[in-house]
């Protein structure tokens, strides 16, 4: 099943060790925002590194629609020249985000305070996913939304003409939520405040202090408190795009597997809020060196040098989910190839990403030989070992990117072939994938 287009079968074979450099692509979270708050300054806003994946030119559509001017100037080269905050006009058409949960409920958030209509679609996995999370504190704000049973998509929002500011205390682990809030308050009077128990990726906060928004974020025993004033006059900035460490994880993963790899993966965030995988692959045993810290567009970042490693399995703690949210189908793979269980609980929000990622995992792992457990928040896989994974199965990827590209890595270490019955959904956020993997030595063919 694919997205938009035909299915791309894609199969890895066992690979020799993977040596060289793996410079991946920019951040999706911070491409997006980047372009939205870009959209929302008075004024030109010049980005480089931005991710060119199809989630990011999907926003980058609906900005225009919205009524920015959005220029590309070379690889990764970017201005959006914005309205201001309040100054969208009403698009002409249906505004289709694709695959991008983070693209629509962004969206969503900065047009529910303009007394603007909006209808939104996508594809098929981001009709199955779940809006409500995001219309009901925009409810509060004073905007409608009118979608398929169960909140999905289709949906058309009406927004709030006359907006009130809001306090929402976040439900679930959400920066998607959080940040549709913060987008919505900057348009409302007064002092829009977040509150989330469990921090989540913060690049909205740090990005909106950047464009000259008055955020603070306070540490109290019911969590962080954000409060934006709302009604700023953003002022536009240059944006410098680090690379992301979701993407990073693919290539990372690899060498930790692919017996006698040896990589660097250089200018990669390393944002706590971000770190979670990283943090648990030391645990494990990996050789991962953090060479080279230093700060780039207000992000630290390092340069990763990873060999392969001997790996046992561990307990990830619930608490970090949140900062390892799109890891834990590559870090399922891993642990495949570790000795001893590795525990991955506090893990239900897996099962409304761009696939039932828990699902997922295991029927592909199940598939290639590994022995899994799960139930509705939890996923444990029972390690194998070094090169011991005996793979030889074709795995769906249920227009899942982070799905294909996990099955895929598991693939360069196991002993048989592993195919993935789609591999196009790569494209939403690590286009140059296939490319980068072959230079680094994976067998990886198309078909
Ligand atoms: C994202 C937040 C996370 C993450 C997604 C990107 C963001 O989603 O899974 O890939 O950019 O805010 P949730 O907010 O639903 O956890």
């Given at each position: 099943?694919?997205?938009?287009?035909?299915?791309?079968?894609?199969?890895?074979?066992?690979?020799?060790?993977?040596?060289?450099?793996?410079?991946?692509?920019?951040?999706?979270?911070?491409?997006?925002?980047?372009?939205?708050?870009?959209?929302?300054?008075?004024?030109?806003?010049?980005?480089?590194?931005?991710?060119?994946?199809?989630?990011?030119?999907?926003?980058?559509?609906?900005?225009?629609?919205?009524?920015?001017?959005?220029?590309?100037?070379?690889?990764?080269?970017?201005?959006?020249?914005?309205?201001?905050?309040?100054?969208?006009?009403?698009?002409?058409?249906?505004?289709?985000?694709?695959?991008?949960?983070?693209?629509?409920?962004?969206?969503?958030?900065?047009?529910?305070?303009?007394?603007?209509?909006v209808t939104f679609t996508g594809d098929a996995s981001l009709r199955k996913r779940p809006m409500g999370r995001v219309t009901e504190p925009l409810a509060l704000f004073g905007a409608r939304a009118y979608g398929r049973k169960g909140g999905r998509l289709p949906m058309t929002v009406v927004g709030a003409a006359d907006p009130v500011p809001v306090r929402y205390a976040v439900?679930?682990?959400?920066?998607?939520?959080?940040?549709?809030?913060?987008?919505?308050?900057?348009?409302?009077?007064?002092?829009?405040?977040?509150?989330?128990?469990?921090?989540?990726?913060?690049?909205?906060?740090?990005?909106?202090?950047?464009?000259?928004?008055?955020?603070?974020?306070?540490?109290?025993?019911?969590?962080?408190?954000?409060?934006?004033?709302?009604?700023?006059?953003?002022?536009?900035?240059?944006?410098?795009?680090?690379?992301?460490?979701?993407?990073?994880?693919?290539?990372?993963?690899?060498?930790?597997?692919?017996?006698?790899?040896?990589?660097?993966?250089?200018?990669?965030?390393?944002?706590?809020?971000?770190?979670?995988?990283?943090v648990t692959l030391l645990e494990m045993g990996a050789d991962i060196a953090f060479e080279n810290p230093r700060e780039e567009g207000g992000e630290p970042v390092a340069d990763l040098r990873v060999r392969a490693s001997a790996l046992t399995g561990v307990e990830v703690p619930p608490e970090r989910a949140p900062s390892m949210i799109d890891e834990y189908p590559v870090l399922?793979?891993?642990?495949?190839?570790?000795?001893?269980?590795?525990?991955?609980?506090?893990?239900?929000?897996?099962?409304?990403?761009?696939?039932?990622?828990?699902?997922?995992?295991?029927?592909?792992?199940?598939?290639?030989?590994?022995?899994?457990?799960?139930?509705?928040?939890?996923?444990?896989?029972?390690?194998?070992?070094?090169?011991?994974?005996?793979?030889?199965?074709?795995?769906?990827?249920?227009?899942?990117?982070?799905?294909?590209?996990?099955?895929?890595?598991?693939?360069?270490?196991?002993?048989?072939?592993?195919?993935?019955?789609?591999?196009?959904?790569?494209?939403?956020?690590?286009?140059?994938?296939?490319?980068?993997?072959?230079?680094?030595?994976?067998?990886?063919?198309?078909?």
């Amino acid at each position: 099943m694919s997205g938009h287009g035909a299915a791309q079968p894609m199969t890895a074979r066992r690979s020799g060790p993977l040596t060289g450099r793996a410079e991946v692509p920019g951040d999706k979270s911070i491409s997006h925002r980047a372009l939205i708050l870009g959209a929302m300054a008075v004024g030109e806003t010049r980005i480089t590194g931005l991710l060119e994946g199809q989630d990011v030119l999907d926003t980058a559509k609906a900005m225009r629609a919205f009524g920015a001017e959005v220029t590309q100037h070379g690889p990764g080269q970017w201005s959006v020249h914005g309205v201001g905050v309040g100054g969208f006009s009403e698009p002409a058409d249906v505004i289709d985000c694709g695959n991008s949960g983070t693209g629509v409920r962004l969206l969503m958030g900065c047009m529910a305070t303009t007394g603007l209509t909006v209808t939104f679609t996508g594809d098929a996995s981001l009709r199955k996913r779940p809006m409500g999370r995001v219309t009901e504190p925009l409810a509060l704000f004073g905007a409608r939304a009118y979608g398929r049973k169960g909140g999905r998509l289709p949906m058309t929002v009406v927004g709030a003409a006359d907006p009130v500011p809001v306090r929402y205390a976040v439900p679930v682990p959400s920066a998607q939520v959080k940040s549709a809030v913060l987008l919505a308050g900057l348009n409302a009077p007064g002092q829009t405040v977040v509150i989330e128990r469990e921090p989540t990726r913060d690049h909205s906060e740090r990005m909106l202090r950047g464009f000259g928004a008055e955020l603070t974020v306070e540490e109290t025993p019911e969590g962080h408190v954000i409060t934006l004033t709302g009604q700023p006059e953003l002022r536009p900035q240059a944006v410098a795009v680090p690379r992301d460490p979701s993407s990073a994880a693919f290539p990372v993963c690899a060498a930790l597997i692919v017996e006698g790899s040896d990589i660097l993966v250089p200018g990669v965030s390393r944002n706590p809020t971000r770190d979670g995988l990283y943090v648990t692959l030391l645990e494990m045993g990996a050789d991962i060196a953090f060479e080279n810290p230093r700060e780039e567009g207000g992000e630290p970042v390092a340069d990763l040098r990873v060999r392969a490693s001997a790996l046992t399995g561990v307990e990830v703690p619930p608490e970090r989910a949140p900062s390892m949210i799109d890891e834990y189908p590559v870090l399922a793979v891993v642990a495949a190839f570790a000795e001893g269980r590795t525990v991955m609980r506090g893990v239900k929000e897996l099962r409304v990403k761009e696939s039932d990622r828990i699902d997922a995992m295991a029927r592909g792992l199940e598939a290639c030989g590994v022995r899994v457990e799960e139930d509705e928040d939890t996923l444990i896989v029972h390690g194998m070992g070094a090169g011991a994974v005996p793979g030889g199965a074709v795995c769906a990827t249920h227009i899942d990117h982070r799905i294909a590209m996990s099955f895929l890595v598991l693939g360069m270490a196991a002993k048989a072939e592993v195919s993935v019955d789609d591999g196009s959904p790569i494209a939403t956020s690590f286009p140059a994938f296939v490319g980068l993997m072959r230079g680094l030595g994976a067998e990886l063919a198309l078909g």
